[in-house]
Each structure stands twice: as C-alpha cells, then as structure tokens.
C-alpha cells in the first residue's frame, strides 16, 4: 500500500507559477500520475511518470507548461505549473499505477486528498 499526500497549491495570477509536491509513505516503488478536477467535471489526467523518472508523459493541454519529476530519495513527486491559465483551476491529485502511461483514473491508485490550485485572470 502507498499513501500520497500533496501540498502546494494556492492562489495565483494568470501567467504565473506553482510547484505542487506529492509525498509518498508505504510502498513507494511506483509509476506515479497527477489528475485533476474541477467543480462539476470528471477528473482529468494531467502529467505521468515512471519509478526511475526517465519517462514521463503529458496531456496535450499542459504540455509545455507543466513539468513532472520526482525525487525518489526524499520519496517525493512535484508537478511545476508554468503559464498558468485560468481553466487550470482545479482541485490536484496525485496517484500510483501499475500502467504505464495510462490517462484512466481506474488504473490509478493510492489517493491523495488533494490540493486547490486557483488561477485568477
């Protein structure tokens, strides 16, 4: 079992930038992703990336923008927003998979509670 806390959200102008942190307890050894979800819509993929970090794959909506990396020493996955954009308000979740790259919530384990990204114009 692996149990995910994330932190770093917040609010922040259009244009600007946050960096979201994922930290992992338990079984750590795991291809991770980050979703997202904003009020009134089903949850949506955002960025994957392998255990080893050497791959990693994006929606195209955030690609360019976004960056996924972990840190497996310290047990910890970020996701750095860049040119942040109104429509990226959502509530942020990391997860775990056992799919490689898989854009399905179903293939994703291990929740998070989440974090608030907000992005005013």
């Known amino acids: 079992q692996v149990q995910l806390v994330e932190s770093g959200g917040g609010l922040v102008q259009a244009g600007g930038s946050l960096r979201l942190s994922c930290a992992a307890s338990?079984?750590?050894?795991?291809?991770m992703g980050w979703f997202r979800q904003a009020p009134e819509k089903e949850r949506e993929f955002v960025a994957a990336?392998?255990?080893?970090?050497?791959?990693?794959y994006y929606a195209d909506s955030v690609k360019g923008r976004f960056t996924i990396s972990r840190d497996n020493a310290k047990n910890t996955m970020y996701l750095q927003m860049s040119s942040l954009k109104p429509e990226d308000t959502a509530v942020y979740y990391c997860?775990?998979?056992?799919?490689?790259?898989?854009?399905?919530?179903?293939?994703?384990?291990?929740w998070g509670q989440g974090t608030q990204v907000t992005v005013s114009s």
């Open positions: 997860a775990a998979t056992g799919v490689f790259p898989s854009i399905v919530a179903r293939d994703y384990y291990g």
């Open positions: 338990g079984r750590t050894f795991n291809d």
């Open positions: 990336i392998r255990w080893s970090g050497g791959d990693t």
